[in-house]
């Protein structure tokens, strides 16, 4: 019996995908992206979290029939109204075999899987062949730039990316808009070629940078060091995608 | 919204027209000791003097009228004849009848003089009968003082050459209603009178019922188009906004003024109408808190209509509440209602039922402390070694107890003869009888208060000291003797790992639903009260969830102090149906399904699940749509109501700290919804609490 850490369960998440859904948030993740707004999602182990209403422990160990039981409770509901459930992080990936022993054991139930694409790629095909839809980030296309935001190299997940593609998944690519890093217009034109011509890929979301994020590094006891100007005005430039024939929407 | 309604609604919101306010009530003593009148001919004398003091108001853009003048309403008895009359009785709340609806139909349908004609009929026929006689003749009076003012407003609407008011007001209230224009002035006027007579938390019933028929019968003649009658609607609506701020309530806000739209017929069939749905377009533009609306919904109602509930709900008063027909409807058959009138139910004030103009029910008798129970159960059941199942009997004895006192109180109950109110009920004048001497139903509401901690309490009990031995139950008991100081790590347990209401766990849900039984076994036990109807129990806490944890004199119970679910003194509880303030829970889907469980075939006197969602998650069309889908799983659960909020925490921390530039804030408090600033300090610190998960 596989287990697995989890650092939040959060139901009528109704921006993480079709319908609504219960997200399941893996606790883990080994990027470390300047910009992460769930800082409580990079280490796998349980940690405190000290907020207005005091304190809590984000992490906690399930099973895998103890997790699938949990959620089965309520796929039920979820079909009705259109949605499913998506599993988020920290990364899947990290935790891949766990999270596939969980799908395999849910009811027929719509899954998603949101992800960083920086996984091994038997474990990208773990999980992305049990999933119906896939949420892939894009961040840089630029290898060093890339290492220096996020802690490590793209090669991974470009490769990952293309193998979901040649898989004849549909997946939806979101770009986190982090001023002056993601959104800059060459890294934007660099991502719509990277992605021209991927047949399975649906639309683009772009997600504008939320300030909020830096607080919750506070309430985590961790470091929240940007070293860009989170002020600046973020560069929405969706005509870029719009003219390469790339449905784009602004979240 | 066209400019002169946004200029009116701008002179409403600042209070511009206080200043055509008398100073004073005015002094009817005087005049009742003189005739040394009899109770219910002193309260005609009331409101034919408060008809005949009131001034004429009728402002230049205005083309629905009345604004009242009158600061107060004036005793009919001295304070030492009060005293007598009242000795030994318990009177509801204020003391004159309130929380019920009128079936406003009778008055568009008949007019004034129509209920007159009636009322002399009925006195030509009973005319040996000196009750029935008094009772006709106070109603009369009070018909003509409202004719009287009617004619007053007519005749100064003529001399300001302003006509189309004074040819209105020529017709109505006196004759039925021919326009949605007539309709709306008529009722308008009768039902401020209403309040002028000192009743309160007038409901306004079933209104996209009662007003459609003339709404339609306009526009497919072509008086009215969708914009002008939305322009109509939302000046009554604004007009209900004018006086509020001198209606009686617990806090500013909690007025009653309520509308229900929505469910079906008394035929079953679906009454959703374009009135319907132009009452909620209507309240989303204005953004007004009055009046407050309930929509009525099963588990078919489509996803637009939802949806454009849901806008209503974005913009953040709190409204619509939800009821659910599915689970409604029928408990108020398997209780004694026929089909036909339980169809016709509307929420009276706050979130309680009952039937228009046929229902003389005090629907909110008072509230049982779950709290109460089973803190007192805990520590004495712990103390004398009880075991589990000993402490749950104690509980059951505890609510049987609470609910058998509160019955015994109210079999004491007096209230004040309302003959004008009576007006407006079915059979009051055609058996010459005032409303306060019953209606067709007579049933008492009595709610169940804070389930979610007391469950979260006896299933910290259950898990902690029975199942896993992790807390002795001397140190528990050591632990909330001393508040919880000095057993931080004890009350950290208590509160974090503990089962908890909202989750869809099961152990504390069966308790959950354990106390609400026991609630419902009590009221059956009680039941066929003194007043001869029966006991709803009911999920609402009213205002009780600040008093149980405060402590106020209105409150039978005592306060309760520090809590087995790790809740300390004073801390407040949760409102109506929703976790306790504090406990993580996963989120909506598991609320209700937590909820979903309780009896509602038994538990039917309303009280909603009640929940907050950020204000973040209604950005589009589609997260609207997701939300309305969620309204639709509640009734397909089998919840029995909702009321859903959309709030901005930040906004309210800095109204706490900045009011003056929030004046406009509105938020749902416990079963209604009030200006933030205007609240409490405590409720003001409820709502932000309820947050902070």
Redesign the interface.
């Known amino acids: 019996m596989t287990s697995g850490i989890i650092f939040d369960?959060?139901?009528?998440t109704?921006?993480d995908g079709p319908?609504?859904r219960?997200t399941v948030f893996l606790k883990g993740c080994s990027m470390s992206c300047m910009w992460c707004h769930n800082p409580e999602g990079q280490s796998r182990q349980p940690q405190v979290i000290r907020?207005?209403?005091?304190?809590?422990?984000a992490g906690k160990e399930y099973t895998a029939v103890e997790l699938a039981d949990l959620l089965n409770?309520?796929v039920d509901?979820?079909r009705?109204?259109?949605?499913g459930i998506t599993f988020s992080g920290g990364e899947p990936l990290m935790q891949a075999a766990f999270v596939a022993e969980v799908i395999d054991l849910l009811n027929d139930v719509h899954v998603l899987m949101d992800t960083s694409g920086y996984g091994q790629e038997q474990d990208f095909r773990l999980l992305a062949d049990r999933s119906d839809l896939v949420f892939f980030d894009l961040k840089l296309i630029d290898g060093p730039q890339h290492q220096h935001y996020t802690g490590c190299d793209n090669g991974l997940i470009l490769r990952n990316l293309h193998l979901l593609n040649k898989m004849g998944k549909a997946f939806v690519v979101r770009v986190p808009l982090v001023p002056g890093v993601t959104d800059t217009s060459q890294n934007l034109a660099d991502i719509v070629q990277t992605l021209s011509g991927l047949s399975g890929l649906l639309w683009v979301d772009l997600l504008p940078y939320n300030k909020a994020a830096g607080a919750k590094y506070r309430y985590a006891g961790m470091e929240f060091k940007p070293d860009y100007d989170e002020s600046r005005e973020l560069n929405l430039n969706t005509a870029l995608f719009e003219q390469a024939g790339i449905k784009v929407t602004v979240v | 919204m066209n400019e002169r309604l946004t200029t009116m609604m701008n002179r409403v919101r600042d209070g511009e027209h206080h200043s055509l306010r008398q100073d004073v009530p005015i002094e009817i003593l005087a005049e009742c000791e003189a005739g040394q009148l009899s109770w219910p001919k002193r309260v005609a004398c009331l409101v034919r003097r408060q008809c005949e003091a009131e001034r004429v108001i009728i402002e230049p853009d205005e083309r629905i009228v009345f604004t009242r003048t009158l600061p107060g309403v004036p005793p009919v008895y001295s304070p030492e004849e009060w005293a007598q009359l009242t000795a030994g009785r318990t009177l509801h709340e204020f003391g004159p009848v309130s929380n019920i609806c009128a079936d406003w139909n009778l008055l568009l349908s008949q007019g004034l003089l129509g209920r007159k004609q009636v009322a002399l009929a009925t006195r030509g026929r009973l005319v040996d009968e000196h009750k029935t006689v008094e009772f006709l003749n106070s109603a009369v009076e009070t018909i003509d003082a409202v004719l009287g003012l009617a004619a007053r407003y007519a005749d100064s609407a003529r001399e300001k050459g302003r006509d189309e008011i004074a040819d209105i007001l020529d017709h109505v209230p006196a004759y039925p209603s021919r326009t949605f224009h007539e309709a709306l002035q008529s009722l308008r006027l009768c039902l401020a009178v209403v309040w002028l007579s000192g009743n309160y938390h007038v409901g306004l019933g079933r209104f996209d019922q009662y007003m459609w028929p003339f709404l339609c019968s306009d526009l497919q003649a072509g008086l009215l188009t969708v914009d002008t009658a939305e322009e109509l609607l939302a000046e009554f609506f604004i007009s209900l906004n004018k006086d509020s701020d001198l209606y009686p309530g617990v806090q500013q806000g909690d007025n009653g003024q309520t509308l229900t739209i929505g469910g079906v017929t008394p035929n079953g069939d679906s009454a959703v109408n374009e009135l319907t749905r132009m009452v909620l377009r209507v309240s989303r533009d204005l953004a007004i808190i009055d009046p407050k609306i309930n929509l009525r919904i099963s588990a078919q109602t489509d996803l637009d209509l939802l949806s454009l509930a849901t806008e209503l709900t974005r913009i953040g008063l709190g409204f619509p509440q939800y009821s659910n027909d599915d689970v409604v409807v029928p408990a108020l058959v398997s209780h004694g209602y026929t089909l036909e009138d339980a169809r016709d139910y509307v929420v009276a004030a706050c979130r309680a039922f009952t039937i228009p103009g046929r229902g003389m029910e005090v629907v909110n008798i008072g509230a049982v402390s779950f709290p109460a129970s089973v803190d007192h159960a805990i520590r004495v059941g712990l103390t004398a070694q009880d075991d589990f199942e000993g402490i749950l009997k104690r509980v059951s004895e505890n609510i049987d107890d609470q609910v058998h006192q509160l019955g015994e109180a109210y079999s004491r109950l007096l209230l004040p003869p309302a003959p004008y109110y009576s007006v407006f009920m079915e059979g009051s004048l055609e058996q010459g009888r005032d409303l306060s001497d019953g209606l067709k139903y007579i049933n008492f509401g009595i709610h169940g208060a804070c389930a979610a901690n007391a469950a979260d309490a006896l299933a910290a009990v259950k898990q902690f000291i029975f199942d896993d031995f992790g807390i002795s139950s001397g140190d528990l008991l050591s632990a909330l003797e001393a508040n919880f100081d000095g057993y931080e790590a004890l009350r950290?347990k208590l509160a974090?790992e503990g089962s908890k209401v909202g989750n869809?766990d099961a152990v504390v849900d069966t308790l959950l639903v354990k106390l609400f039984d026991n609630l419902a076994d009590a009221c059956e036990k009680y039941g066929r009260t003194s007043r001869g109807g029966t006991l709803r129990p009911g999920t609402g806490s009213a205002m009780y969830y600040i008093w149980l944890a405060t402590g106020h004199p209105g409150m039978r119970e005592p306060v309760v102090a520090a809590t087995a679910d790790g809740r300390r003194r004073g801390e407040p509880f949760s409102a109506n149906l929703s976790p306790s303030l504090?406990a993580?829970v996963?989120?909506?889907?598991?609320m209700l399904?937590s909820f979903a469980k309780i009896d509602y075939q038994r538990i039917y006197n309303g009280g909603p699940i009640t929940m907050e969602l950020s204000d973040s998650?209604f950005?589009d069309t589609?997260?609207i749509r997701?939300?309305a889908?969620?309204v639709?799983?509640f009734a397909?659960?089998g919840c029995q109501q909702l009321q859903l909020n959309s709030l901005n925490l930040d906004t309210l921390l800095d109204a706490k700290t900045h009011p003056e530039k929030h004046k406009n804030l509105i938020v749902r408090v416990w079963g209604w919804s009030g200006y933030f600033c205007e609240l409490a300090p405590e409720y003001q610190e409820q709502i932000i609490?309820r947050h902070?998960?």
Do not use: V, W
């Open positions: 369960i959060k139901e009528f109704i921006h319908g609504i219960t907020g207005l209403a005091g304190e809590r422990i409770q309520q509901i979820l009705a109204n259109e949605g | 950290r974090d869809n504090g993580r996963r989120g909506p889907i598991s399904q998650i950005r589609e997260s997701k939300i889908m969620f639709r799983t397909q659960l609490a902070y998960f």
